[in-house]
Each structure stands twice: as structure tokens, then as C-alpha cells.
């Protein structure tokens, strides 16, 4: 019975815990694809059930419990226990009158002491009477376990006959009516997915035999060497290539390995590897196909400041080319475009220029020759070209594709103090030091702001605002492909004829820009933090060159556009004395006779950091 009762106790624990794992099952990490929603929906169903069915079983156990092994017990514990008790007490009180028999048998014949002779009478009758009474206790005790002893077997087999019954009675009660249509509908969705299992199976027998049927040639690494399928749009490729490691000065050795891109990188990961690494960034990166050794379909990856980078091997001319389109592709940053593969169409003909190897340039193809399959291609997505060409036109004309971007053009503090140390400082924009600046303490205007640079970039044009809502993005943009988010925080005092940028702790002046020389400046329309301006410099050669620099500010950009702007309208009324007296005017004045602008707070000035500087992040 007791094993009867933990039997029962383990089904309510297993219940419980079945129900849970039943729970648990849509999280369990399958090798496949999804689609298992109407399973897992059925699973929580039977987790209900036996949730329902969990309480059925404690209901019996506990009815076990009281019904069944606590007779048993107490039959055990109290009858059978008693009656061992009063075996003891009669068991002693029949030693106690066989020694007090034994004194009386050793009484002597004479009267000589009669005193001692009464007292072992009344022992023995003391004797007598208390083995006389517990005999008779033993006697009953034993004649009522011959009845108890039936009735201890029947009263706990009744408790679990009434507490199987109203297990099953309940059970049918509360399943036979919702259950016989939930499992019909389960039997049947079971069988369904079994004839889908043995479709699938006989499906895959006949392409197991089709396989077995096709020529080995089809299996060759190259066998349509003659006219590959070639697709030139590709924005991500992932294979296996070869990778060339020099070993000596003259010796070299090739590893196999699996290679993808991620956005503008090359990852590797060897085999068995969890994870792949970073092997090349490919942004303005140039690729083209080499001759290598005795090796075939080999192509260079060339870094941007010109260097050569790795050499790698394809397995056939199909995955050379592919791989050599799609490094092409991603160099230009497509990538990055609202409509990748639709530009990708449009420079696909610069990637047809770049897999003829180095040694054979004189017998590479007409570009004015697309394959067939690229202008059906351009025919079916005419619109998406064009939308994505004008945008990619656009941004061509403003700054041109490929233009390297400068993040840290503004040196910290600390490298100015070395470059001060023992000799004089170099200026890293090539401008002639000079400390004092005598132009700002007789400037009509001087006007302080708290910028940090986030990079700054050749341009083409400066007729319009846009090139620098262009620079802005791909600035941003760049830095969040690269992951670089450390800025360099600096105090940029506007007069009214430089643009300085100082270092907050050591006054170092970090940069010079002439007003004249910024012919545009624009804050940005929804980040109202970013601030840039376009610089025209002279070149060695005799034109000039244009650069745009881009900041961001703890105060409103429009602030500092406000007063770059004024100090170009106090350049130009500076001839006139009565209209720069005019202008003048309208600028208050700080205590020590300094003109500043309106509306401007001194916290913006005191160097504290912004409370949101995530100017990459939020653009």
C-alpha cells in the first residue's frame, strides 16, 4: 500500500512536470525552420489537460492518503503495538509472582517468625493478582486482534476502490465530451503529417535517382567553363576560397577557408569555428583578377592608401567573377543605398571591367556589350533604376564616390603638448602658428561654442546646402559601420573674421578658418545638433580645393550658422562705417564691450557635456 501511495505521489510530480515541458517545447532550439505553430498550439492544449488531469491525481492521492494507508498504519501503530505492550507487562508480572512463589517456597516449618512469613503471603497474593490482571488484558487484546486484524485489510482495499472510482468518474465527467473530438482532430492532423512526411520522402527518392542518373561532368568544379551564369548584382557572396599566406621571401602556402561579407567587410571563419573574423574592410576597397603562380581564377584585394592586400583563389570562373562583382559592389558602398541591387545594375558594367586579368588588358570585352540576362534584368526593373540612379546622380555630383572620409583631422591635447615639447608645434592643416591671435581681441564679434568634429571630407561643388546634408550622412554613416564613436571636444569661437577651434584645456588653437574662405554653413534640419561648413582652400597647383567639416554642437547648430553668418555681414559692411554702426546695433553687448549674439545661454559654454551626444546614433 505504501507503494501503492508513492506510485501516486510520482504521477502528480510527473504530471506537473510533463505540463511544463510541454509549455517549454517552442522554445527548444531546432537545426530546421519553424512552421510548428499548430503543433506547439495542440501542445499547450494537452498542457491544459494534464494540468486538469495533475489535479485528478493529487484528489486521489490524498484520498489514498487518508482512505488507505492511514488505517493501515494506525492498525499497525496502535493494535499491534498494544498487544506487543501487554505481552511485555504479562511477561513481568510472571516474573515477579515466580519470585515471590520462590520466597514462599523457602519458608521455614517452625513458627518462629511469623511477621516475615505474612509479608512474603501478601507478596505472593500482590503477584497474583496484578499477573491475573494483565493476563486478562493480554487475553482480550488478543481475542480483539482476531477481529481487527479482517476489518485492518478491509477498511484501506474500500478506501482504494472509492478513490479509484471517483478518479475514474471524475476523469470521464471532464473528458469525455471535449476530448473525443480534440484527439480525433489531433489523430487526424497526425496522419496528415505523415502523408506530408511520405510525399516528402518519395519526392526526395526521385531526385536521389535523378542525381544518380546525371553525368558526373556536372559535379566538375568548372564544367560550364564555355558560357557561366554569371550574376553581377550580388551585394553579399559566402563560399569557400582559397587564401595565399606567404611563409618565406620567396615561398608561399594556401589554406582553405569559408569567407563571407557583412556589410562592408570580409569576414573569415575556418572550419569548425563558432564565429568568423574580420579579415578586410572592403569600403573603397579595388579588386581585380590576377594572374597567380600556376594557379587559376585568382583575384587581389587592394587596400584604399594603395597597398596590396590579400590574394585569393575561386573554384571555378564563375565563383571568381561573382566574387570579384560583389567585391566591387560593396567597395562603392551600394550597400548603403535604399535600393542596392538596383544600383548594383547600374555600375554593373565597371565590375565587367575589373575581372580581365592584370596581364591581359588588351583583350578585354566591349563594355558597351551586356550579356543578355543584364538587359533583361534592366528591362524588368526600369523604374527602380532610374528612382535609384537619380539619387545615386545626385549624390555623385555633390561629393564623388569613394572620397576618403577624416575622423580624427583635430589632434587631441595631448599631441599638441608633445609636438611642443623640445621643438615647435606643427599644425596639422598646414597653416603658419600663430598664439596670440591679436584679430580676436579687436573683433566686433566673439562668440564661444562647445563642438565635437565627427569628420570632414572633399566636396565637388559649394553652390548648394545639400553637399553638406551629404557630407553629414556619409560621415555618420561611416562611423557607424566602423564603429567609431569617440569624439574630440572642442571650443569653436566664431569672430567676425576667423573660425578657431581651441582646445578647452591647454588654449591650444587647433584650427584657423578665414570667414572668407567658408562659402557654405548649415545646421542639420532634423538633428538640430549637427553643424558643418564647406572651406575653399588654395592649392599648390594654382585652382582650389573644397572641404566640408562636420561638428556637433551641445547648443543648436542654427546658433553657430547664426554667427558665422554675422561675422560675414560685418566683413562686408566693414568699408561702410554707417551700416556696420547699424549693424551693431541690433547686437547686444557683454561687460567687457565684446558683441555676442541674442538668445544665447551661458550653459552652452561651459564645457559640460551634452546629455545627448549620440549624434551618430540618432541620425
Known amino acids: 500500500m505504501q507503494r501503492v501511495y508513492g506510485a501516486q505521489n510520482e504521477m502528480c510530480l510527473a504530471t506537473q512536470q510533463l505540463s511544463k515541458q510541454l509549455l517549454a517545447y517552442e522554445k527548444q532550439n531546432f537545426a530546421l525552420g519553424k512552421g510548428d505553430e499548430e503543433v506547439i498550439s495542440t501542445l499547450h492544449y494537452f498542457s491544459k489537460v494534464v494540468d486538469e488531469l ?38 513481568l508480572a510472571s516474573n515477579e509472582h515466580d519470585l515471590s512463589m520462590a520466597k514462599y517456597s523457602r519458608l521455614p516449618k517452625k513458627k518462629e517468625n511469623e511477621k516475615v512469613k505474612t509479608d512474603v503471603v501478601k507478596e505472593v497474593a500482590a503477584a497474583r493478582r496484578k499477573q491475573h490482571l494483565s493476563s486478562l488484558q493480554y487475553y482480550c487484546a488478543l481475542n480483539a486482534l482476531q477481529y481487527r486484524k479482517r476489518v485492518a485489510m478491509m477498511e484501506p482495499m474500500i478506501g482504494f476502490a472509492h478513490g479509484q472510482i471517483n478518479f475514474f468518474k471524475k476523469g470521464a465527467e471532464m473528458f469525455s465530451q471535449s476530448m473525443d473530438s480534440f484527439l480525433s482532430s489531433v489523430a487526424d492532423m497526425v496522419q496528415s503529417i505523415q502523408v506530408e512526411l511520405e510525399a516528402e520522402a518519395e519526392k526526395m527518392r526521385v531526385s536521389q535517382q535523378e542525381l544518380l542518373s546525371v553525368e558526373e561532368s556536372v559535379y566538375a568544379p568548372d564544367f560550364d567553363v564555355a558560357a557561366p551564369q554569371i550574376n553581377r548584382n550580388l551585394i553579399q557572396k559566402a563560399g569557400y576560397l582559397n587564401l595565399r599566406n606567404k611563409t618565406g621571401l ?6 582553405r577557408l569559408y569567407f563571407f ?11 569548425g569555428a563558432v564565429a568568423g573574423g574580420l579579415i578586410q574592410d572592403l569600403d573603397n576597397c579595388s579588386v581585380m583578377a590576377v594572374d597567380c603562380e600556376d594557379r587559376r581564377y585568382c583575384f587581389q584585394i587592394t587596400t584604399p592608401n594603395g597597398k596590396s592586400g590579400i590574394i585569393l583563389q575561386a573554384e571555378s570562373r564563375k565563383e571568381n567573377e561573382e566574387w570579384i562583382c560583389a567585391i566591387n559592389n560593396i567597395s562603392r558602398q551600394i550597400y548603403l543605398t535604399d ?14 571591367q575589373a575581372v580581365t586579368p592584370i596581364t591581359s588588358f588588351g583583350k578585354k570585352p566591349e563594355s558597351s556589350c551586356p550579356s543578355q540576362n543584364l538587359r533583361n534584368a534592366e528591362t524588368e526593373d526600369d523604374k527602380i533604376v532610374s528612382q535609384a540612379a537619380v539619387r545615386a546622380d545626385d549624390a555623385d555630383e555633390l561629393i564623388a564616390p569613394g572620397t576618403p572620409i577624416q575622423f580624427d583631422i583635430v589632434l587631441p591635447a595631448t599631441e599638441f603638448l608633445d609636438q611642443n615639447r623640445g ?8 597653416e603658419t602658428e600663430d598664439e596670440t591671435f591679436p584679430e580676436a581681441e579687436d573683433s566686433l564679434l566673439q ?10 571630407m572633399a566636396v565637388k561643388t559649394d553652390n548648394t546646402t545639400e553637399v553638406i546634408y551629404e557630407a553629414m550622412r556619409q560621415v555618420l554613416a561611416a562611423r557607424a559601420i566602423h564603429n567609431i564613436f569617440r569624439t574630440t571636444e572642442s571650443h569653436l569661437m566664431v569672430t567676425s573674421q576667423t573660425l578657431r577651434l581651441i582646445d578647452p584645456q591647454t588654449q591650444v588653437t587647433r584650427a584657423n ?52 553668418n554675422l561675422g560675414k555681414e560685418i566683413i562686408a559692411v566693414q568699408k561702410d562705417p554707417e551700416a556696420l554702426a547699424q549693424l551693431m546695433l541690433s547686437i ?8 555676442v549674439l541674442l538668445n544665447d545661454q551661458p550653459d552652452d559654454n561651459d564645457g559640460s557635456p551634452s546629455e545627448n551626444r549620440g549624434a551618430e546614433s540618432e541620425a
Open 447 to 456: 562668440q564661444m561654442f562647445v563642438v565635437r568634429f565627427l569628420g570632414s
Open 250 to 255: 620567396v615561398t608561399t602556402t594556401w589554406e
Open 261 to 271: 561579407t557583412q556589410g562592408g567587410n570580409l569576414m573569415c571563419q575556418p572550419r
Open 588 to 595: 547686444p553687448l557683454t561687460n567687457d564691450g565684446k558683441y
Open 54 to 91: 495533475n489535479v485528478l491525481h493529487t484528489e486521489l492521492a490524498k484520498q489514498l492518503a487518508d482512505t488507505m494507508v492511514l488505517p493501515i498504519i494506525q492498525f499497525r501503530e496502535k493494535d499491534l503495538t498494544e498487544v506487543s505492550t501487554l505481552k511485555d507487562l504479562f511477561g
Open 339 to 352: 535600393n542596392p541591387e538596383a544600383v548594383a545594375i547600374k555600375l554593373n558594367q565597371t565590375a565587367l
Open 513 to 564: 578658418f578665414e570667414l572668407t574662405s567658408i562659402t557654405q554653413f548649415a545646421a542639420h534640419q532634423e538633428n538640430k545638433r549637427l553643424v558643418g561648413f564647406v572651406v575653399r582652400t588654395p592649392e599648390s597647383t594654382g585652382g582650389q580645393s573644397l572641404s566640408t567639416y562636420v561638428f556637433e554642437s551641445n547648443s543648436e547648430g542654427e546658433k553657430i550658422c547664426y554667427a558665422i
Open 423 to 430: 621643438s615647435r608645434r606643427i599644425n596639422p592643416f598646414g
